[in-house]
């Protein structure tokens, strides 16, 4: 397990995350460079590692980085309750406008959760980035903060994938494409 012969097929190729994170960072850098004030951009961990590392070096405003984690998955491949965090965050976002960046949207619980928590701690402004999304999956909608905005990447056909950043059992994260894992993989 953990070897691309898991993979039954590529969705997004390195070379299609690379051009659609290219376009979301401009974007990004579009609409903060009206809003003024000072951005914090926060990376889900572990899904959102290589995400938050290729939209970064794409965005030249001064800017502050930092960490949270959720756990919610274990190693299955369905969510199980309500989330918790688990690593907090490092910096004080009081007053500050913060770029959640998510891997994927499933049924919304986690972003919700953290989305509540960073305006509770005062932030200004909450948006989200996320490569992928699937819609089709939402169980609770997810609410921005402020002027915050959604950016996603893709929307995704409700298969588990995996790669770039993505896993299962931890495994997987360092393909550089999101690929659907093989079913037998997860139902052995
Ligand atoms: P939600 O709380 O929206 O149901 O789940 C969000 C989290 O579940 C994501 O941050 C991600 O870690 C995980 N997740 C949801 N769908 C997938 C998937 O297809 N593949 C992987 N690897 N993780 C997923
Ligand atoms: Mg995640």
């Known amino acids: 397990m953990g070897s691309e012969s898991d993979i039954e097929r590529i969705l997004y190729t390195e070379s299609d995350i690379s ?8 974007e990004i850098s579009a609409d903060l460079s009206s809003s003024g ?23 030249s405003a001064p800017i502050t980085i930092d960490f949270i984690r959720v756990e919610s998955y274990g190693s299955g ?8 965090i688990s690593c907090d965050l490092k910096l004080d976002v009081t007053g500050k ?23 509770k701690k005062g932030a200004s402004s909450v948006s989200v980035c996320s490569l992928l999304d699937k819609p089709s999956r939402r169980k609770v909608e ?16 409700d298969y588990f994938v995996v ?26």
Do not use: Q, W
């Open 77 to 84: 491949t369905e969510s199980c309750g309500e989330p918790r």
């Open 142 to 157: 997810v609410k921005l903060v402020g002027s915050g905005k959604l950016y996603i990447g893709f929307e995704c056909p």
């Open 19 to 26: 051009k659609r994170v290219s376009d979301l960072a401009a």
């Open 97 to 119: 406008h913060v770029v959640l960046v998510e891997d994927i949207v499933d049924t919304g619980r986690t972003l919700s959760r953290l989305i509540s928590y960073l305006e």
């Open 37 to 59: 004030g000072s951005l914090v951009f926060v990376g889900v961990a572990t899904g959102a590692f290589l995400l938050i590392a290729d939209l970064v070096r794409r965005i």
């Open 163 to 188: 790669g770039y950043g993505m896993d299962y059992a931890e495994l997987y994260r360092n393909l550089p494409y999101v690929g659907i894992l093989k079913p037998e993989i997860y139902t052995k």
